[in-house]
Nanobody, 116 residues
Framework: QVQLVESGGGLVQPGGSLRLSCAASGFAFSTYPMTWYRQAPGEEREFVASVDSAQLNANYAASVKGRFIITRDNGKNMVYLRMNSLKPEDTAVYYC?????????WGRGTQVTVSS
């Protein structure tokens, strides 16, 4: 079955960097776009970034554009989110997502906390 496992979250000071990873299995990873979402306490889950199957195109939320970079390694079935210049408002649980076989699949998420 489809499995998505996020890792790499943690506590970081404002202005710092983190790289999140998502290990995917159970589907033909190299043929599907992958997406990162996040959910802050008391907020709706929101789109962060997506990358197409061949890593030719990426899209970003306005709030992270220029600071975050999404990449993927189709040989390893991995997708990454490099987060730079982190702000307190980036604090959230970050989720990896794939839309496969007409439904969304999610990992359990990884917590990112930006605080001094």
């Amino acid at each position: 079955q489809v499995q998505l496992v996020e890792s790499g979250g943690g506590l970081v000071q404002p202005g710092g960097s983190l790289r999140l990873s998502c290990a995917a299995s159970g589907f033909a990873f190299s043929t599907y776009p992958m997406t990162w979402y996040r959910q802050a306490p008391g907020e709706e889950r929101e789109f962060v970034a997506s990358v197409d199957s061949a890593q030719l195109n990426a899209n970003y939320a306005a709030s992270v554009k220029g600071r975050f970079i999404i990449t993927r390694d189709n040989g390893k079935n991995m997708v990454y989110l490099r987060m730079n210049s982190l702000k307190p408002e980036d604090t959230a649980v970050y989720y990896c997502n794939v839309y496969w076989n007409e439904r969304d699949y999610w990992g359990r998420g990884t917590q990112v906390t930006v605080s001094s």
